[in-house]
C-alpha cells in the first residue's frame, strides 16, 4: 500500500493551503502595503512551494515503504 495521503486525510495541495492560510492570518506573512494582487501572488506562490515539499516527503515515504515491503518480501523467500 503506497503512502498517498498526509495526517488527517489531506492531500499535499490541502495541507499547503491550510498552512499558509494560517501563515496568513497569523502574520508570519507581510502583506501590509501590498495590493489584492500581489497578497493572491504570495499566497499561490507559497501554497505551490509547501505543496511539492510535503509531496517529496510523501515520496520519500512511500520510498521507504516499497523498500521495506521489498525486504520483507526478500525475507520470506530465503
Known amino acids: 500500500m503506497s503512502v498517498n495521503k498526509l495526517p488527517e486525510g489531506k492531500t ?7 498552512l499558509v492560510l494560517a501563515l496568513v ?8 502595503d501590498k495590493n489584492v494582487e500581489e497578497i493572491f501572488r504570495m499566497v499561490q506562490e507559497a501554497e ?5 515539499l510535503y509531496q517529496r516527503r510523501l515520496d520519500l ?5 516499497d523498500k521495506v515491503t521489498q525486504e520483507i518480501w526478500s525475507a520470506l523467500v530465503l
Not at 515515504?61 to 515503504?65: F, I, P, S
Open 48 to 52: 505551490a512551494e509547501y505543496c511539492r
Open 12 to 18: 499535499p495541495s490541502e495541507a499547503a493551503h491550510d
Open 61 to 65: 515515504l512511500a520510498a521507504r515503504e
Open 25 to 32: 492570518s497569523s502574520g508570519h506573512f507581510t502583506t501590509k
